[in-house]
């Protein structure tokens, strides 16, 4: 007899409404609904403080140079692409954009020929000077650019290679290659052993066993290393503005020739911009899904 009373003075008893649904339950799906709704709102606020930014930079591109300084800000108007035919023909920022392609390239597809035999022969070999190598691998990202920048400048005009495209690859990818060997090291170490000593007992050369086994294995990491070494090779402007001069100037340093002391052209400054972001836009969607897998690895094991 005490039995239901006592359900009830606790809060579990079924509500007549819906006799299986306690009112314990009841809070707790309430509160659960309530949480999501928050997370929502609270993404939803990161999505847009992070798209405005490229929104802003899109639609000042496509407005008049009136309506782009217009205050209060002038949210419908008629568009118009003149600042990019300003930018891509007036300031030769189309000319930038494939040196930039080029470098970038370039870079990416070295570092990693170079990095995944390096980062394959961290992960599975032991040898001496090991841990000497891998930290001075790391150590490379430890140095500030603006130190080198002066030293890579006497090296280069030394050379006779300032200007040139081939001066930019190289100091690329001295930044680059460590990063690839970071990333592919770790995702190397996460492939079973076994695999590889299954090969070798088929007969497998050390190479095949790299090319045909691990290569696709690692796949994930290796898109990531590649998006990060292009990432930065386009981005660049600091070594690009010191090494540079005409033939090989990058985007980023053709975004800085606006500046002057009489007036800003905004319109092409954001078109330069907005033509400088749509191929890294465009990269990283085509590679998304790979992007996910790279980033994630290692987190469940």
């Known amino acids: 007899m005490n039995a239901p009373s006592t359900q009830r003075a606790s809060g579990d008893a079924a509500l007549p409404g819906n006799p299986g649904l306690t009112a314990r339950a009841r809070r707790a799906r309430s509160a659960r609904r ?17 798209v405005f930014p490229f929104y802003w930079m899109v639609t000042t591109s496509l407005k008049s140079q009136a309506e782009a300084l217009a205050y209060p800000p002038v949210w419908l108007f008629k568009p118009t692409f003149v600042h990019y035919v300003e930018a891509l023909f007036t300031h ?24 995944t035999p390096a980062a394959y022969a961290l992960a599975r070999y032991e040898f001496r000077g090991k841990e000497d190598l891998w930290f001075w691998f790391i150590s490379n990202r430890m140095v500030s650019p603006v130190v ?7 090296i280069a005009t030394k050379l006779d290679i300032v200007d ?31 695999l590889d000593e299954a090969a070798r007992l088929d007969g497998a050369s050390p190479w095949r066993i790299f090319w045909r086994i691990n290569l696709p294995l690692a796949m994930p990491g290796i898109v990531v290393s590649a998006i990060f070494a292009f990432i930065f090779s386009w981005n660049d402007l600091l070594y690009a503005l010191v090494l540079t001069r005409t033939d090989a100037i990058t985007s980023p340093v053709a975004a800085t020739s606006y500046m002057s002391g009489y007036e800003l052209p905004w319109g092409e ?26 980033l994630t690895m290692g987190a469940v094991k």
């Open 34 to 50: 309530n949480a999501t709704a928050w997370h929502f709102l609270g993404l939803l606020v990161v999505f847009l403080s992070s």
């Open 92 to 115: 030769e920022v189309g000319g930038s954009l494939i040196n930039s392609l080029i470098i970038a390239s370039s870079t990416t597809v070295l570092s990693i020929l170079l990095g």
């Open 148 to 154: 080198l920048a002066v030293p890579f400048f006497l």
């Open 164 to 194: 040139t495209h081939i001066v930019l690859i190289l100091l690329y990818i001295t930044f680059s290659l460590p990063i690839v060997i970071w990333i592919c090291t770790d995702q190397f170490r996460n492939i079973p052993v076994e």
């Open 269 to 294: 400054i954001m078109a330069t911009g907005t033509l400088i972001v749509l191929p890294m836009v465009v990269f990283a969607l085509l590679v998304s899904g790979r992007l996910v897998q790279g």
